[in-house]
């Protein structure tokens, strides 16, 4: 199974932004661009909660907290996958990780200082 693997998190003051990466090493070209995909967070003592998705024709779903800030886009021609996160606040402090069906990365830690 391949696994995800993300990157560009990192510390940023609140009102900042950060673009993080997701690619998936040894995916099949098909197979990335025929399946949905997503980004969750979660913070410390906290569930794993779904950010957005992007289904294989680029419709998105974002969750209430994040509309209108984040964006989330894939690259299907370099099998990535990002999420462009602008006027972060200290609340979207957490570990972000990128699904595709049953596979998870590592997670990316955004910290956001107030």
């Known amino acids: 199974q391949v696994r995800p693997v993300e990157s560009g998190g990192g510390l940023v003051q609140a009102g900042g932004s950060l673009r993080l990466t997701c690619t998936a090493p040894?995916?099949?070209?098909?197979?990335?661009?025929?399946?949905?995909w997503a980004w969750y967070r979660q913070a410390p003592g906290k569930q794993r909660d779904l950010v957005a998705t992007?289904?294989?024709?680029?419709?998105?779903v974002y969750a209430d907290s994040v509309k209108g800030r984040f964006t989330i886009s894939r690259d299907n021609s370099r099998k990535r996958v990002y999420l462009q996160m602008t006027s972060l606040k200290p609340e979207d402090t957490a570990v972000y990780y990128c699904?595709?069906?049953?596979?998870w990365g590592q997670g990316t830690q955004v910290t956001v200082s107030s």
């Open positions: 992007i289904n294989l024709r680029g419709g998105t």
């Open positions: 040894g995916i099949i070209t098909s197979v990335f661009n025929s399946d949905d």
């Open positions: 699904n595709q069906g049953s596979a």
